[in-house]
């Protein structure tokens, strides 16, 4: 039997309205058959497996329920955490093994964009069944074709998105799909869960379509038929939804919603809450007074299922609930979706209709996604971050979407990898950066320190004047090492943190200063705040840098926001609980942005904003080596918010 | 413990205190123009949150939200000596994104609560600025951490503590020094 098309269903956008269809006629007739008892075989000789990383029932079990009635097999590992991913196993390697075993994968992960991350390793056809709090494509498929049956059309329906509008994938992948149908939604999150940016963005980037935003109490307050309702006058659109005077604008229908189509209730996705949330986040119960409204006597309720305590069970015997239904529509919809996928096997892979090109960064330090749940934060060295070009709201910054996870990275600093320089990205670089995309050649900075260590050169700079030399630098570390001694009452209780790179140089010469003076040789480790998760390697003495009880003293060159300090200080606090920690720098330049004051300062100086200090220390030259550039400290003005960057080469 | 307790600012130096933070926040001002934000450390830190608002609004200042943060600085050791404050709760239903926050607690001792702070603040978003209020700097900071406005310095021995009392809470306003818990 041929094997499937490699045609994966990660995003419910990876399928045609035309596509979505033809899926929901199978699942008519599928329905019917179920109903008749009609059993079928068209599956049969085929294997699903099903990878589920977090628990599930009705997804796995209708999934497995809908292979058996076409007569395929499945195989599955129930719970993924406790078996190969516990061992390590990275989630690509699991799906090229199981690959061959099955000839279909439904995969369930907790991570954004790990469902992307698994088509892109199996070579056979993956179904997301949620990944993170991104989407749920099959689930949206049931949802849709529930909608579309008990109100005959899609097109034109008002439906309010209750709940968890923040992690709920289901409501993501859902908001897409309607967006795309004409389908008016109207937002009701609790307890702040509001829909996420990136989601707001793209439906507005892609199909030039907003939507309104109300409370729960301001939907309740309708109950009786009251047309009036307190409004913010920041949130005229409110009003529109109860009188109907919805700015056409805003709307994709040209029809005013009167009424509400349907309520679409989903459950607080506590466990993708920070614990510290969790007590936090009230949930209203829906329950029938939001039925009494007179623009809600004909709508239905939804819920993706399991329900908490956020939907009333009065409900139930409401005609209008049809969360039931609902979830028995996933047998037959996934029976439509397997069947439309053997019916399509010959079908090559849909060519992905990307707009903008996937960015490379040859060697030049690798973005990593703002998204702490993204699964490129997680999966191990082989995933490499991957961005494209966003259109942004903000043009002094480059915007960059990660292709896992779709969130938006905001680069201040962009630089050109031949040409070794780097420039603060304004609108007038756009044409440029486009230019260096094609190439290969762009890279991207959170700082002009990170460009500086990166190798970088700024694109231009002012006269530069010499405010330290290399006598100077070294009666400063004198200076700081004389005072850390004094301060510290237990030299065997010291430890230095360098950030990378100067920090780490200059904290090894204040390690050597203080051998020196008292005989102990402090541990040292180095602080990478920019690599990955901020990190800290020991530089030598192989044993784990213990920060427990330790005074710490930090070390950087220079200090100006503060902003690095405080990233400094909470990887050391993720490695434990240090007795106290000192701040050493060579300069504070001023423009703090954070309470932080270094404890030993080599020098304060007086910098302009645009001004920038650039401290160059070489390791210590060994006996016989020729004489290094010698150790300085310069300030130099960049030339910012140029028309004309230099021809890159 | 049986020193004398002394009395180191009434109620008159406390609102005084709170005028002229108020006042230098003020004068400050907003260089990058993101809205002002005040988030008081729970308990006592978001009383005088609540009191700077009140003289800011009265000067006709603009403040943009205001919220708190609980910190929690729990013993963890059985010893008696403090453990490491931890987040415990927050109530900032707002973005913080490109704006003057400035941070108000009661004391400023080992700094260990604000390091807290600012982890906390940082993860929900990326302010402009930082700044932080304190009624009582007691010097003897273990972090780099210093205030940017200042009631009252009090140097007293690491054996004596700095107990401010607020109105709100305590039924009156005074910040005493030592003399076992009022």
Redesign the interface.
């Given at each position: 039997m041929a094997r499937l098309a490699k045609y994966d269903v990660i995003s419910i956008e990876d399928l045609s309205t035309g596509e979505i269809e033809q899926i929901f006629a199978l699942a008519d007739k599928f329905a019917a058959a179920l109903e008749s008892g009609t059993p079928s075989a068209i599956a049969a000789g085929l294997i699903m497996a099903t990878l589920f990383y977090e628990p599930s029932t009705r997804t796995r079990l209708s999934f497995e329920s809908a292979m058996h009635r076409l007569g395929g097999a499945v195989i599955s590992s129930a719970d993924m955490q406790a078996s190969s991913a516990a061992k390590g196993e990275s989630l690509a390697d699991t799906v090229r093994v199981v690959s061959a075993y099955a000839d279909l994968i439904v995969v369930r992960h907790p991570y954004d964009g790990a469902a992307r991350v698994a088509a892109e390793y199996a070579p056979v056809p993956i179904i997301n069944a949620g990944d993170g709090s991104r989407e749920h494509p099959t689930q949206t498929l049931c949802d849709l074709y529930i909608l579309r049956r008990k109100k005959g059309r899609l097109k034109g329906l008002t439906v309010a998105l209750c709940g968890d509008l923040k992690f709920g994938r289901t409501v993501h992948s859902l908001i897409y799909a309607l967006a795309r149908f004409g389908a008016n939604i109207v937002a009701v999150p609790y307890g702040?869960m509001n829909v996420p940016d990136y989601v707001l963005e793209r439906v507005a980037a892609e199909r030039n379509y907003n939507f309104s935003t109300v409370s729960i109490d301001e939907l309740k307050s309708q109950a009786g038929g009251l047309d009036a309702l307190y409004l913010t006058p920041s949130a005229p659109h409110q009003m529109a939804l109860f009188t109907g005077e919805m700015p056409l604008e805003r709307m994709p229908s040209a029809r005013p919603p009167a009424a509400l189509d349907a309520f679409y209730v989903t459950r607080l996705q506590r466990e993708r809450l920070a614990e510290?949330d969790r007590?936090?986040a009230g949930f209203a119960l829906f329950d029938a007074r939001a039925l009494r409204t007179s623009r809600a006597q004909e709508a239905v309720v939804m819920h993706p299922l399991p329900r908490t305590d956020e939907l009333a069970y009065e409900l139930d015997s409401d005609p209008r609930a049809v969360y039931f239904e609902q979830a028995a529509a996933g047998v037959p919809v996934r029976m439509a979706l397997i069947a439309w996928m053997l019916e399509h096997r010959e079908r090559p892979a849909a060519p992905a209709a990307r707009i903008e090109p996937t960015l490379v960064f040859k060697g030049e330090p690798e973005p990593r996604c703002v998204n702490p749940a993204c699964v490129t934060r997680h999966e191990g060295p082989y995933l490499h971050p991957r961005f494209r070009l966003a259109r942004s709201a903000n043009r002094a910054l480059l915007s960059l979407r990660c292709e896992y996870c779709e969130r938006e990275l905001r680069v201040e600093f962009v630089g050109h990898a031949t040409a070794r320089r780097y420039y603060r990205f304004d609108e007038n670089l756009y044409g440029y950066v486009r230019q260096w995309i094609d190439e290969g050649s762009l890279a991207v900075f959170e700082t002009v320190k990170q460009a500086e260590e990166s190798g970088y050169e700024p694109y231009r700079r002012g006269p530069q004047r010499e405010i330290m030399n290399a006598a100077e630098i070294a009666a400063a570390c004198n200076t700081i090492a004389v005072q850390i001694i004094a301060d510290v009452a237990d030299p065997t209780a010291l430890a230095l943190v360098g950030v990378i790179s100067h920090g780490t140089m200059l904290a090894l010469r204040l390690r050597g200063l203080i051998e020196a003076q008292t005989g102990v040789r402090a541990p040292c480790a180095a602080l990478d705040v920019y690599g990955g998760d901020t990190a800290i390697h020991t530089i030598e003495g192989g044993a784990d840098f213990d920060v427990n009880g330790r005074t710490i003293v930090?070390v950087d060159d220079v200090i100006n926001s503060g902003w690095t300090?405080?990233r400094a200080?909470?990887a050391l606090?993720h490695r434990g609980?240090p007795?106290?920690?000192?701040?050493a720098v060579l300069i504070d330049r001023g423009h703090r942005?954070?309470?932080?004051?270094?404890?030993y300062v080599g020098r304060s100086i007086p910098t302009a904003r645009a001004e920038r200090v650039q401290v160059r220390l070489g390791p210590a030259a060994a006996a016989g080596e020729p004489r290094r550039a010698p150790d300085r400290v310069v300030v130099y003005s960049l030339v910012e918010s140029l028309k004309e960057p230099e021809s890159p080469a | 413990m049986s020193t004398p307790a002394t009395v180191a600012l009434d109620a008159e130096a406390i609102a005084r205190c709170v005028k002229r933070i108020a006042r230098e926040i003020a004068e400050r001002g907003n260089g990058a123009g993101g809205g002002l934000i005040l988030i008081g450390v729970v308990r006592r830190g978001a009383s005088l949150a609540e009191r700077i608002a009140a003289v800011l609004r009265g000067d006709g200042v603009a403040i943009l939200n205001s919220g708190t943060l609980d910190i929690s600085s729990y013993r963890d050791d059985g010893r008696g000596a403090p453990?490491?404050p931890r987040?415990?709760?927050?109530?900032i239903?707002f973005p913080i994104d490109g704006a003057r926050v400035v941070?108000v607690d009661d004391v400023l001792y080992t700094g260990r609560t604000?390091?807290a702070a600012?982890?906390a603040l940082?993860d929900l978003g990326h302010p402009?600025?930082?700044?932080?209020a304190v009624l009582v700097d007691r010097g003897a900071h273990?972090?780099?951490?210093?205030?940017?406005y200042v009631g009252k310095n009090i140097a007293a021995p690491a054996d004596q503590r700095v107990y401010v009392r607020l109105n709100e809470i305590d039924g009156i306003d005074a910040v005493v020094i030592g003399g076992g818990k009022p």
């Open positions: 702040g510290k007590a936090q930090l300090v405080q200080m909470t606090w609980r007795a106290a920690v000192k701040l942005a954070l309470p932080i004051r270094p404890n | 453990g490491d987040l415990i709760g927050r109530d239903p941070l604000v390091r600012l982890t940082t402009d600025a930082i700044e932080l273990e972090l780099p951490i210093r205030a940017d």
